[in-house]
């Protein structure tokens, strides 16, 4: 038989499955994002999109967390390695943990970027208006040497 482009019956089956076997699939994993079982047949649809976007925003969160564990792990180890190093001299120290924390909160920097992008910016503006100006100064200059050689 040859191939006419259709799509048959034959080639591709195509498995019914019911809403109720779906969300009867479904219905584990909200409770396991803490949704009671009364919630996810009886409440609105939107408290278990709700759930889910929780989900997702603690799962981002500790995501983050695990990642700083690794950053401090990573800096704790970083600061042995001239103890550690095969050939270290006797007598080599390790360089001190951390006095604080790392800085989360991202305010701080947040000021000082929005200070040094203000600056940045101006200083910017001041750079163009200069390079207008001498461009401006060429121009009147050369104007100024044209009507001079025609008088």
Known sequence: MEDSGLISKEKFEVESVSLSELFEEQCPIYMSYGMSYDEFWNDSPYRAMFYRKAKQISTKQKNEELWLQGAYVYDAISRLVPVLHAFAKSGTKPLPYLDKPFNLSGIDN??????EDEEKRQQQIKNERLIAQVHFDA????????FENKS
């Open 139 to 146: 121009w009147a200059r050369a104007t100024a040497k044209h």
């Open 110 to 115: 947040l000021d000082k970027n929005n200070q």
